[in-house]
């Protein structure tokens, strides 16, 4: 066999491995993985919050680092701020939780999820049609910028709510959040939403 075919068989070859790597689950479960899984079911089940949203949130916030501190001081895996994180603990009936537990990843998930579930309900009565991942884009949005600022916005009409308007939000910070969260939501959705009954 020439050198030149050869060099072509081996190109052949690379490029076939290279399809079936980039084509395979596998490959999915590696680039996006789900960490502390079963504490995330855990917490879902308890406040009946997608735990897919819960992970995409997670690795938005911290890439599922649990000791991670922002400049803000924000704390843990969904990078809760100390001021709402002792609100959280009271209002969740947790007051025998200190605020450094939330370093700990079941504290943490548990307290965050809580938050999420208070945002759902919070938003749950907004006027006009919004699908499921409009309702997300809300409460992604508030978890990052805070309720009372998303509220002001769907009050003003300064945004309506919607993902397909999502270019509307005041604050880059935070459309480019609520954006990559449900770029992580729709990944972590197509990979794992059979073995994660919801």
Known sequence: MSLLRKKRLYAFIF??????LFTSQWLGYWIYPIHYEQEIRTVADQYKVDPLFIAAIVRVETNYKPDKVSKKQAM???QIMPVTGQWILEQAGLEDTSIEDLYKPTVNLL???????F???MYDGLEGERTEHDRMAVVAA?????PGQVRQWLQEGRWDGTVAELSDVPFGETRHYV???????????????????R
């Not at 307290?111 to 579930?117: N, P």
């Not at 954006?179 to 009954?197: C, I, N, P």
């Open 76 to 78: 843990g895996l969904m």
């Open 179 to 197: 954006q990559r969260v449900l770029y992580y939501y729709k990944k972590y959705d197509a990979l794992y939403a059979e073995d994660w009954a």
């Open 142 to 146: 508030a978890y990052n910028a805070g």
């Open 15 to 20: 490029i076939v491995i290279v399809l079936v």
């Open 119 to 121: 945002l759902h309900n």
């Open 111 to 117: 307290a965050g999820t809580w938050y999420l579930r």
